[in-house]
């Protein structure tokens, strides 16, 4: 729950629009420092305690893919690795060479696709419950937000008040999802199955193209 008179979650980001890849794309973005880029889940663009806290030292911009939030209907890109194309366009758009490269579920797969076509470019790479990972035939999380929180979290109780999905956009980011969803394990990611048997947050690898489990943060030599 929100402490009284303490401000929302990611009050102090900014919005902005650029245009890449033939796309409208929306972003947030807060601090000052070496830039950070945040790639969201299947939800969607939420800014929460946790972006705040990395603004401290970081300069993130959270971008929001094309097809989720209040972005037009995305029926052009067909797989993962074209999203990830549009997404380094993106970055690319706002003037970023080198950054730091962050992914939450659905997200931590679009990063990991970014990160190996733009070896050169990821400075360090976190994965947040990467969908590049999960059990085989595995479902996709689904239910009210307070289901997702319980089932996605280990304390959903600390989180800010998720608001109702919009129906509409939650019917065109479901299919959009289950389109550029891919395997459940993808060969073409070459993530070795020590990492999938252990899980851990977040891995280092001492460059970009061959991860090797750890347990601190995915950086490049």
Same mark, same amino acid.
């Given at each position: 729950?929100?402490?009284? =008179? ?6 102090? /980001?900014?919005?902005?629009? #650029?245009?890449?890849?033939? +796309?409208?794309?929306? $972003?947030?973005?807060?601090?000052? =420092?070496?830039?950070? !880029? ?5 939800? *969607? &663009? ?6 705040? &806290?990395?603004? @401290?030292? +970081? ?8 097809? +989720? ?13 074209? %999203?990830?194309?549009?997404? *380094? ?6 003037? !970023?060479?080198? /950054?730091?490269?962050? *992914?939450?579920? /659905?997200?931590?797969?679009?990063? %990991?696709? %970014? ?5 050169? @470019?990821?400075?360090? &790479?976190? &994965?947040?419950?990467?969908?590049? !990972? @999960?059990?085989? =035939?595995?479902?996709?999380?689904? =239910? ?8 996605? $979290?280990?304390?959903?109780?600390? %989180? ?16 959009? #999802? ?16 020590? #990492?999938?048997? @252990? ?8 460059? !970009?193209?061959? /991860? ?5 943060? +995915?950086?490049?030599?």
């Amino acid at each position: 729950m929100q402490a009284e =008179g303490k401000p929302a979650a990611g009050a102090a /980001f900014k919005e902005g629009h #650029v245009d890449a890849d033939g +796309f409208r794309i929306r $972003y947030m973005e807060a601090g000052q =420092g070496p830039p950070l !880029i945040h790639l969201h889940g299947a939800g *969607g &663009l939420r800014l929460t305690p946790g972006h705040d &806290l990395l603004s @401290r030292q +970081f300069h993130v911009i959270a971008l929001e893919m094309p097809g +989720f939030g209040q972005s037009s209907e995305n029926t052009r890109t067909q797989n993962m690795p074209e %999203l990830a194309s549009t997404m *380094g366009r993106t970055i690319e758009a706002l003037g !970023i060479d080198k /950054f730091n490269l962050m *992914g939450t579920s /659905f997200g931590g797969k679009t990063a %990991l696709w %970014l990160a190996l076509q733009h070896k050169e @470019r990821v400075l360090a &790479l976190v &994965l947040e419950a990467p969908a590049a !990972i @999960r059990p085989e =035939g595995a479902e996709a999380p689904s =239910g009210s937000p307070e289901e997702m929180a319980r089932r996605l $979290y280990a304390h959903p109780e600390r %989180l800010p008040p998720i608001p109702p999905p919009d129906p509409a956009v939650q019917a065109k980011t479901r299919k959009l #999802v289950a389109r550029l969803r891919g395997p459940d394990r993808d060969a073409d990611l070459n993530v070795s199955s020590p #990492v999938s048997r @252990r899980r851990p947050s977040c891995w280092l690898a001492p460059s !970009i193209g061959s /991860f090797r489990p750890t347990w601190a943060t +995915f950086t490049r030599s």
